[in-house]
């Protein structure tokens, strides 16, 4: 089986179905190995007088983590305060949800000093290359 030459197919484009077979396998993998568990979409989000989305939170809990997928401050209010709200009322749901640890990833152009101040720690780096900065995966314990 190990030298078995198999025949495989290139997706250059998004395909959601075949995306769907793969996380529904991960999933049975997952429940074979963890007991049946649902992640649950958690979002915080904020809209000005005019209603538009001007900021918010996004990702999901499960396994009794928070996996926070997208965090993001519309320019003219960073510096307000906003971003620290936001991220503080998602974790305060994420730990009503009996999570105990959140983790994120960022950029190094991004807000990497933004998650210090809030208690996050870097524990992994993909460093910086010459056509693409440097990544870290950040882990805050609850």
Sequence with gaps: MGNTVWPMTVIEQQDD???????????????????EERSQPLMVVVHNDEGELIGGVAGRTIYRNFLIEVVW???????????RQLMQRAETLAKSRHCVIAQLDTLGFQALDFYQKLGF??????????SSPARYFMLKYY
Excluded: C, H, W
């Design 121 to 130: 720690e870097v524990i992994g780096e993909v460093p910086e290359l010459s």
């Design 73 to 83: 401050v519309d320019k003219s209010y960073r510096g307000t305060g906003l971003g």
């Design 17 to 35: 179905a075949i995306f769907e077979q793969l996380v529904a396998g991960v999933r049975r993998f997952n429940v074979a190995n963890m007991g």
